[in-house]
Nanobody, 119 residues
Framework: QVQLVESGGGLVQPGGSLRLSCAAS????????MGWYRQAPGKQRELVAA???????NYADSVKGRFTASRDNAKNTMYLEMNSLKPEDTAVYYC?????????????WGQGTQVTVSS
């Protein structure tokens, strides 16, 4: 059984920083893709950052230059460093792992962590 555990959300003032973590527990899995998503109240879930082939990472235009995603493959853990936070970054943030299961990638989601940017 694979479980994703997120941590690091909270309340921060505009211009502040937060670091989110997401650790995958379990064994015997193979990772197809990894990424961070967020969902603000009344809005659809949107992609924030996604690791793509090689060492490249794609970012949503709204977070480019402010957010940095990284990962530690040995620990099956990924991180999202968020700087220069804005009120519009307020959302529940979810990590996502796509794991190979029977030759098909299957989505696994973290429990979500609230990020609130407010003065």
């Amino acid at each position: 059984q694979v479980q994703l555990v997120e941590s690091g959300g909270g309340l921060v003032q505009p211009g502040g920083s937060l670091r989110l973590s997401c650790a995958a527990s379990g064994s015997g899995f193979s990772i197809h893709a990894m990424g961070w998503y967020r969902q603000a109240p009344g809005k659809q879930r949107e992609l924030v950052a996604a690791f793509i082939s090689g060492d490249r990472t794609n970012y949503a235009d709204s977070v480019k230059g402010r957010f940095t995603a990284s990962r530690d493959n040995a620990k099956n853990t990924m991180y999202l460093e968020m700087n220069s936070l804005k009120p519009e970054d307020t959302a529940v943030y979810y990590c996502n792992f796509q794991l190979w299961r029977g030759g098909v990638p299957v989505d696994y989601w973290g429990q979500g962590t609230q990020v609130t940017v407010s003065s």
